[in-house]
C-alpha cells in the first residue's frame, strides 16, 4: 500500500499524582526520542492513521478517544523514501497531531521502539529531538493547564478550526 503525503503524531498521556505524565519513546534505530509517529497509508485520514499507528508501536485500544491537536507540523519530503510516489513539486508534508489518554500498564511497544518514558512536561519537552514533536507536547500540555504555547517558549502553526 502506498503512502499517504503526510505524517502523525500522538502523545500517549496519564496522571500520576494529579499530575500528567506524557509518553516519549526511543526509536530503536536511531536512539532519539519522540511521540508515537508514522504514516498515513492509501486513503486514509490523518485520524486513521493516528489509531493505526498508536495501536501498532504502542497497543493503544483502536478505539480510545483521541484529540486532536492544532499543532502541525512540516517535513521536508527528503526525508521519506516514498517521496518518489509523491507530485515531484512536493517539498514538505504535514505532521498532524494528536494525543490519548493511555494506562501505562496496558502500553506494548513495538520492535521501532525499545524504551518508553512517562514524564513530566519539562522533561518531556527537553528529551524529545524534534521541534514538532515538542510545539505538540506543549500544546496538549496547555490545554492540560491552560498554558499558552507563548508562555511555555514555543509556537505552532494552527490548523483551521
Not at 51 to 68: I, N, S, T
Request: hydrophobic share 45%; net charge negative.
Amino acid at each position: 500500500m502506498a503512502r499517504a503525503p503526510f505524517q502523525v503524531l500522538v502523545f500517549a498521556y496519564t496522571w500520576v499524582d494529579d499530575e500528567p505524565r506524557y509518553a516519549v519513546l526511543r526509536r530503536a534505530d536511531l536512539g532519539v526520542w519522540q511521540a508515537i509517529a508514522g504514516g498515513g497509508e492509501g486513503e486514509e485520514t490523518p485520524e486513521q492513521a493516528a489509531r493505526r499507528e498508536a495501536f501498532e508501536e504502542a497497543g493503544v485500544p483502536a478505539d480510545a478517544d483521541l484529540l486532536p491537536l492544532k499543532s502541525i507540523g512540516q517535513i521536508p519530503v527528503d526525508h521519506f523514501r516514498d517521496r518518489a510516489h509523491w507530485p515531484p513539486d512536493l517539498t514538505t508534508i504535514p505532521e498532524y497531531s494528536f494525543a490519548v489518554a493511555a494506562d501505562p500498564a496496558l502500553i506494548r511497544l513495538s520492535a521501532e521502539h525499545d524504551v518508553i518514558a512517562w514524564l513530566c512536561f519539562d522533561d518531556a519537552i527537553a528529551r524529545l529531538e524534534w521541534d514538532s514533536n515538542r510545539a505538540a507536547l506543549a500544546e496538549l500540555h496547555g490545554r492540560v493547564f491552560g498554558t499558552s504555547l507563548q508562555e511555555a517558549g514555543l509556537e505552532t502553526t494552527n490548523r483551521d478550526e
